[in-house]
């Protein structure tokens, strides 16, 4: 399956920096951040050749993908995935607009 181009909305890409700069604080190191990053982008890249294979949610559009405690939300176009959000599946699921129960 030819692999699809990532795109990032704005607010995905703010979550992503919130949740990295939060365990660079948390931990006094960059170490636990990098890691968690490789492990986004290893989730990501995975889902740009194979995009089903997160969840569905009550959305028809949008999927998840589970890395660790957060959910990355995305929808599936023609040619690209689209992050939409990514999600720290311990807090309160009322605070986001997807519902993945």
Known sequence: MAKRKIVWTNSAKSELKEI?????????????????????????????????????????NARISIVRNYLIFYEINVNEIIILSIWDARRDENQTDFHYS
Not at 20 to 28: A, D, E, G, R
Not at 42 to 57: F, M, N, V
Request: glycine residues 2%; proline residues 2%; hydrophobic residues 25%.
């Open 20 to 60: 990295l700069i939060y365990w660079t604080n948390k931990t006094k190191s960059k170490t636990y951040s990098k890691k968690l990053n490789k492990l986004f982008t290893e989730a990501i890249d995975l889902l740009s050749q194979h995009p089903k294979i997160g969840r569905t949610t009550n959305d028809q």
